[in-house]
DNA sequence: TCCATGATTCAAAGATACATGAAATATCGA
DNA sequence: TCGATATTTCATGTATCTTTGAATCATGGA
């Protein structure tokens, strides 16, 4: 992962309106939530939340698709993991040996 | 690690500036650097790094300690141990018996 | 086709963030 | 104390972000 890749992610989820949304999408699981039903669950305005997502789906981490009238979206879970390593293997000491324990068991 | 912080810390992380600043402390490892040695490795005006270390040190990603003139900045690295426990706890899948690898072996 | 539902886009306003020159503060040595 | 070095703070202008009401677009059913 690069750094600018890296960077877009994080000041993605460095919104707690965004983090909130994206924890909901994580726990929802590889399944995904429909737009309006997040909404209702994470208590944002059909507009706001729609801008929030447009900033997590352009970082990586989120994914969309149509499904009948509504729009589903789903955590990126190996884009997580790749931002993950690369805070592990450039923002840690002495992590060399640790991206395969992350990256191997870890999530996707 | 609270919600609050989580934001705090990824929104810090979340400039490519400051992720550069940051990446170089982690670098230079618990002995840390002064800002001056700092802001010329990394191209930044004095005061343009000023700002950017003091957003890094309200996150509570980096520290500093006056040495004399100058005044010396290190990572944080259990701050940053427990933002990627956060991660991996809140944000990926599967989760549960990942932590104790990271946060046991990983870095502090 | 017409309507209802689900979601996004647009425009505008207010709030924050960013970078920078100039000034101020802190420390040390002469 | 005076000057030099190291860093921060302040003030400013500019840019970006965030939210929200209103309008628009997309889909499916009657």
């Known amino acids: 992962m690069e750094i600018k890749s890296a960077a877009a992610s994080l000041t993605a989820l460095g919104h707690e309106g965004r983090l909130v949304v994206y924890r909901r999408l994580v726990r929802a699981g590889p399944a995904g939530l ?19 997502l447009k900033v997590l789906v352009h970082a990586g981490l989120v994914t969309s698709r149509r499904d009948g009238r509504s729009v589903v979206y789903a955590a990126a879970f190996d884009h997580m993991a790749t931002l993950i390593a690369y805070l592990v293997e450039n923002c840690c000491l002495e992590a060399i040996a640790l991206p395969s324990c992350i990256v191997a068991e870890g999530m996707s």
Chains 1, 2 share one sequence.
């Open 34 to 52: 429909a737009a309006g039903v997040l909404a209702r669950e994470v208590g944002l305005a059909p507009n706001t939340l729609s801008a929030s």
